[in-house]
């Protein structure tokens, strides 16, 4: 059953009372769900906004927000996602570019400065806990064929890390081949099957979107949590006990760091992560003081998810020698490393990674060449070695951010660090640096740290390597996804900077 399908036969069919998303420890039904279908539904045939609309939806987490992914998935209009996480300015912008029809968001969303004005003559909707209703009485546009986006399921926004955030458009057969990939089928002798799935990525990044999509499509009911909180997220745990969860490596450090015991996540068997790299050696922590194996997965929005990952049965037979690896091909993935040329390059050797699969903006025939530096071993493993496009020209020389965070990180006070190309006048590029200190390091002398780090890199690095600036912050800025923002990254070292000189 492709995913259109699916959905509306739960939104049409679904027992009123039957209980489909707990949040806040309270559980909203498919009867809540469905009328905020129906509402949305008839407000958009109202305006005549029917199959194919390009409707722009500023996601939060929330049941609500869940509720017109459904609809619109199932009554064949097309989702444009904006992130509530923006600042005001931020999604503004993002609304005025996608120039779409409808806008819908929570009237606390709607009422940020200058994101009513953003959406123009659009109709925009307020959506509340039950149903939806039209925000002012401005004069709306007429619907035009610009608005209408036949096929697409989705516009989704990738990640931001490197620079804006682009706009992927993921079509139906993408969308239902990932989804038929990633969990279960819909069982045939009912509309649901046992167990809740833990949602706590933001629903604006292609992790918490399927986190949320996938396990109602399989039938399961879901948890979803504003963003991951320890407290609440252990108290979800007791609850529920589930086998699986996902879980960011942020979130694993600070399960870790806070000393959680076994017997509290007890009943866990496995978790997945993704979003960005997963350091082998926080995966060995978990599986020895937990005794829960992490399992890896490599994937992006351009992709409708994952096209790599480990399984248990995977893990444990070879984990031991293939830690750092980001897994195996999904079935119906084929993945090949090619040179700067686009020939294939034998196993073992890097090179740039390209993707063949159903899931791709190519088309299921065709091999799309990634930004990503692999290799795929004699094993079918692939490994991720950094990005092609990441590199740093500074004067004409290459700096590769990835070379530098691993020094800074050598330092016993660093937890993390990140590397980002700050504009100059001369050189072009020149890499500058924020390093996160370990929890217990709060009280450190900043400045005197940032002068032994720049001593540690010109230890360590080639001169044109070493950063320009250092800054040390208690936590570097981050994405909906948990990644480091290299954009927000080049703020705060800029206030720092201003900061260090103004001393």
């Avoid at 969860?245 to 009943?267: E, K, M, Y």
Wanted: hydrophobic share 40%; aromatic share 6%.
């Amino acid at each position: 059953m492709d995913s259109r399908s699916r959905f509306a036969e739960l939104l049409d069919n679904a027992p009123a009372d039957a209980e489909a998303i707990e949040f806040e420890e309270s559980w909203t039904t498919w009867g809540t769900l469905q009328g905020i279908d129906r509402s949305l539904d008839s407000v958009l045939g109202e305006y005549g906004h029917g199959e194919g609309t390009r409707v722009g939806l500023i996601l939060e987490n929330r049941p609500e927000c869940v509720a017109v992914l459904l609809s619109l998935i199932a009554r064949r209009r097309c989702i444009v996602t904006f992130s509530s996480l923006q600042p005001p300015e931020r999604l503004s912008a993002d609304i005025a570019r996608a120039d779409v029809p409808v806008v819908v968001g929570t009237a606390t969303a709607l009422a940020g400065d200058g994101v009513r004005e953003s959406a123009g003559d659009a109709l925009v909707l307020a959506l509340g806990t039950d149903a939806v209703q039209v925000f002012d009485d401005r004069e709306v546009r007429a619907a035009r064929q610009s608005d209408i986006s036949p096929g697409v399921i989705v516009e989704m926004l990738t990640s931001g890390t490197t620079g804006p955030p682009k706009r992927v458009l993921l079509r139906e057969k993408q969308f239902d081949t990932a989804i038929s990939t990633s969990v279960p089928a819909p069982p045939t002798d009912s509309l649901f099957r046992r167990g809740v799935s833990i949602v706590s990525t933001p629903l604006v990044h292609i992790g918490g979107f399927w986190g949320a999509l996938g396990p109602l499509f399989a039938g399961r009911r879901i948890v979803l949590m504003t963003k991951f909180a320890l407290e609440p997220w252990l108290r979800v745990i007791t609850r529920h006990r589930p086998k699986a969860t996902g879980l960011v490596p942020a979130a694993l450090r600070s399960i870790l760091n806070a000393g959680v015991t076994a017997d509290q996540l007890d009943g866990i068997e496995v978790v997945t992560t993704g979003t960005t790299f997963c350091p082998p050696e926080l995966i060995d922590d978990f599986l020895e003081t937990y005794g829960i194996r992490v399992l890896p997965t490599y994937g992006a929005t351009e992709f409708a998810g994952a096209v790599a990952y480990w399984t248990k049965a995977l893990h444990e037979k070879w984990w031991e020698s293939k830690a750092g690896s980001a897994g195996r091909p999904l079935p119906g993935v084929t993945l090949r490393v090619t040179d700067e040329n686009g020939a294939e390059i034998p196993a073992g050797e890097q090179g740039r990674l390209e993707i063949r699969t159903a899931q791709s903006p190519v088309g299921a025939d065709s091999w799309l060449r990634t930004s990503d530096l692999a290799v795929v071993d004699a094993d079918g493993f692939l490994w991720i070695r950094g990005r092609a496009d990441d590199a740093i020209v500074r004067g004409g020389f290459k700096v590769h951010p990835d070379t530098v965070r691993k020094v800074l990180e050598q330092h016993p006070s660093v937890h993390e660090a990140a590397v980002a190309p700050r504009p100059d006048d001369r050189l072009g590029q020149v890499p500058v640096a924020g390093v996160e200190l370990e929890p217990a390091e709060a009280g450190t002398d900043r400045a005197a740290l940032a002068k032994e780090l720049d001593g540690l890199c010109r230890q360590h690095l080639l001169p044109y390597e070493v950063p320009v600036h250092i800054a040390v912050v208690d936590a570097l800025p981050r994405t909906p996804s948990s990644k480091v923002s290299r954009m927000d990254l080049l703020d705060v070292i800029a206030a720092d900077m201003a900061t260090s000189i103004s001393a």
